[in-house]
């Protein structure tokens, strides 16, 4: 397995510019989350789903989209790229709430 | 709204002494509490979680955790470090039906020889 995979490992993106992280997982898990780390903050929820199909909003959801057509693949979209979004970026994946997430290795985006 | 503190931002310990680092948590109902680790430029690494029943919790490498309702605490403990365990280390809190992790702000370990 190769549990929660991210690409890119590392993007330089220019403000206003618009990308798409990519995340897959391979463990048949429903839920998937987005969580952005920044120094002296920890993790803090991006968006969230629960089954294909269905996403919410997490904690800092803004200038960022997400969609979840497949099991497998949670893409978190930035349309326009701003500096406070500069961060490192990680996906996630469970089962369920009590059995812990699996993260991802994550992606580091800078904005300039 | 649930959420999770961890009192020391680093700490510093020598190679072969007891480390313990202290989380807090505020949430209104059973909650779901797992230690996570991070190694520099690595993503995150379960520890170990609790749930329910027995307070001690042990996980991988060595570690353990005490639950402590009256105290809302959920502290991690490991009786001799060693070099290798100088890394991030986060705690975190889910409800029974909520899947959405809410983490501290981590601590920071330093093993020195």
């Known amino acids: 397995n190769a549990g929660v995979t991210q690409t890119p490992k590392f993007q330089v993106l220019k403000t206003g510019q618009s990308m798409t992280l990519q995340c897959a997982q391979d463990?048949?898990?429903?839920?998937m989350s987005w969580y952005r780390q920044d120094p002296g903050m920890g993790l803090r929820l991006i968006h969230y789903s629960v089954g294909a199909g269905i996403t919410d909003q997490g904690e800092v959801p803004n200038g960022y989209n997400v969609s979840r057509s497949t099991t497998e693949d949670f893409p978190l979209r930035l349309l326009s790229a701003a500096p406070s979004q500069t961060s490192v970026y990680f996906c996630?994946?469970?089962?369920?709430?009590?059995?812990?997430?699996?993260f991802g290795s994550g992606t580091r985006l800078t904005v300039v | 709204a649930q959420s999770v503190t961890q009192p020391d931002i680093h700490i510093t310990v020598s190679e072969g002494a007891s480390l313990e680092l202290r989380c807090n948590y505020s949430y209104g109902a059973t909650p779901y509490l797992f230690w996570y680790v991070q190694s520099p430029g690595q993503g995150l690494q379960l520890l170990l979680k609790?749930?329910?029943?027995?307070?001690l919790v042990q996980g991988i490498k060595g570690f353990e955790a005490e639950f402590k309702r009256s105290q809302s605490s959920f502290n991690l403990r490991k009786p001799s470090v060693h070099w290798s365990d100088a890394a991030e280390y986060f705690c975190?809190?889910?409800?029974?039906?909520?899947?959405?992790?809410?983490f501290g702000a981590g601590t920071t370990v330093t093993v020195r020889a």
């Open positions: 975190a809190v889910a409800g029974a039906n909520d899947y959405k992790l809410s």
């Open positions: 463990m048949n898990h429903e839920y």
């Open positions: 996630a994946s469970s089962w369920g709430g009590d059995y812990g997430y699996t």
């Open positions: 609790y749930f329910s029943g027995d307070t």
